[in-house]
């Protein structure tokens, strides 16, 4: 168990719809990343926050935003939705310090868009 | 912009063979690089990073790496392959973002 949770773990939906994917990081980390997993496109890094900020952004649509709260949890909103969003969405989180950089990576969001 | 290339997008061995997986990184600085792997329905774990302190890196599950500034790699290798070894193997670099090689899947034969 990393400590990140995702939820949730699977969700279908349609064409045009909107979803949110929620994350909780490791107690104590102040970054989360985002990323997509595709069997086409691999891993691709969407956006990085650090305690509420953004701090880095990827490959990510202008369709999908994210945002940390105050509690440091994180949620990437997925709008307007094509067939070929459907992945598995990964949530990371990393810890400052000696240990900073080392992604602890949730059990990832699945979705599938028909 | 620091990227990791992974030599091979499978590789398969025998169990007890040696494990080796390629990744060659593009920096004109020696960057932080870092092995992670995935196993079926999970998400990325890290196996090792090498953060300059030293050029070998010993990891997790009897998992080391090399540091090669020459050859720009950083290779993973694993004496004696075990069947629980077989995942998918991924290579980073770590930048604003963290970026992850396209994978190598390893296969572990008995």
């Known amino acids: 168990d990393s400590g990140v949770t995702q939820t949730p773990k699977h969700l279908i939906t349609a064409t045009g719809q909107r979803v949110t994917l929620r994350c909780s990081p490791r107690?104590?980390?102040?970054?989360v990343y985002w990323y997509q997993q595709s069997l086409d496109q691999g891993l691709q890094f969407l956006i990085q926050y650090y305690n509420g900020e953004e701090r880095a952004k990827g490959n990510i649509l202008e369709r999908f935003s994210a945002q940390q709260f105050p509690d440091l949890h994180s949620e990437l909103n997925l709008s307007s939705l094509e067939l070929g969003d459907s992945a598995l969405y990964f949530c990371a989180s990393s810890p400052t310090g000696a240990r900073a950089g080392e992604l602890f990576f949730g059990e990832g969001s699945r979705l599938t868009v028909l | 912009a620091q990227s990791v290339t992974q030599l091979g997008s499978h590789v398969s061995v025998s169990e007890g063979a040696l494990v080796l997986l390629r990744c060659n990184y593009s920096?004109?600085?020696?960057?932080?690089l870092f092995w992670y792997v995935q196993y079926p329905n999970q998400g990325l774990q890290l196996l090792l990073k090498?953060?300059?302190?030293?050029?070998l890196v010993k990891g997790i599950n009897g998992f080391e790496a090399e540091f090669k500034k020459s050859e720009t790699s950083f290779h993973l290798t694993k004496p004696s392959a075990h069947m629980s070894d077989a995942a998918e193997y991924f290579c980073a670099v770590s930048e604003i973002g963290m970026r992850f090689g396209a994978g190598t899947r390893l296969t572990v034969k008995p």
């Open positions: 107690s104590g980390d102040l970054s």
């Open positions: 920096s004109s600085v020696p960057p932080y």
């Open positions: 090498y953060t300059s302190a030293a050029t």
